[in-house]
C-alpha cells in the first residue's frame, strides 16, 4: 500500500476509475480504495448515446449540446487508455419514424429513416467489464481491496482508515461512492450532499442472443454484451436499494427482447444495480473543499459523461476551473 499517495479515490466505478486514470495520466499517484465485487457501473449496457438518452430523457436543445460534448470526450479518452470503443450507431424503433427523426434533428443530433426503423448516428457503447478492468491496470493507479469505514482531516491532506485497520493519507480525497452513505469525518455540507443522493434501482437481463447494435424502444432496449450474448433492459426504479431479482420483471425483459431482436433469446440472469441522482439529474464532480472533490451522482449516464467528470476532477485538483460549470457540486451549496 502507498504510504502517501498524491490522491485517495473511494469507489472503483466508471467516474472513479476515469478519473483516477486520468490522474494518473496526468503523472499523479492515485490509490484508489474499493471492496470489490459488482457495482453499478459494471451492470450497466455502457451505451455512449447523446442522442436517445436526450430525446428519451426529454432534454431541451442546452442539455442536448451539454451531452453531445460529453460523449465526444470518448474517442480521445478511449485511445488513450486503451478501450474498446465500439461504433455502431443505433436503431431506434416505433412508430411514426419521420417524427421520430424530426425530434432528433429538433435537438441536433443526426440520424435517417429505413422504413419503420430510425437510425441515429454517431453512438456508440464499452463492454463495462472489461472497460473497468482495463481501467483499473492504469498507470500511476494503484487498488486497494479494502472497505473504507472513515475520514479525517491530516495536515495539509486526508486520511482514509480501511477495514482491516490500517490508515492511509494522501494529499486529496475524492469520493466516487455511488449510493453508499456519508463517511464519518467529513464536513457537514458534504455529508448533507452525499446523503440527498437519491439511489434508482436498474435492473436488465442478460441472456444468449445476439444483435449487431443497439436495437432501442421506449420500453427499452436489446444491446450487444459479451460474445454470444446481449443485454436487455432496463429498468428505472426511483428510490430502491435492494438488489435482489423482479421475476416478472426479467420476463417483461425477455418479452422486449425477443420483440426488438426479432428471434427467440437463450437462457439469461438478471442483473441488478442502483445509481445515484443529484437534485438536477446531472454529476457533481469537482471540489468541495479543501483538497476534497466528488464524482457522484450521473444517473442513468455514468459510462457517457465518465471522461467529462474526470477532466472536471483533474482541473479542480488542479485548481482550474472545471470544463462545465453544471458539473461544479458547489450549486447545491450555494444560499
Known sequence: MPSSPDVIVLGAGVLGLAAAAELGASGRAVAVVDPGGANASSVAAGMIAPALEGVLEGCDPERAAF???????????????GLALHREDSDWLGPDPEKRLARLKALGFDGRTAGEVVRVLDEARVEPVAALAVLRKSNGLELIEQQAV???RSGEGWSVHLGDGRQLTGRHLLLATGIAPSLTGLPESVAGLI???QPIRGQ???AEGQVSRVQRAAEGYAAPGRPGRLLIGATMETGRRDLSEDVETTWRHRQLGE???????GEGVARVGVRGASPDGLPMAGPVGDRLHLALAPRRNGWMLAPLVARAVLAGIEGRPGP??????DRFLRP
Request: net charge negative; proline share 11%.
Open 67 to 81: 451531452l453531445r460534448r460529453a460523449a465526444a470526450l470518448w474517442p480521445d479518452f478511449a485511445e488513450r487508455f
Open 195 to 197: 446523503d440527498g443522493i
Open 324 to 329: 462545465e460549470p453544471a458539473l461544479d457540486p
Open 204 to 206: 436488465l437481463l442478460e
Open 259 to 265: 420483440a426488438l431482436v426479432g428471434a427467440p433469446i
Open 150 to 152: 472513515a475520514t479525517e
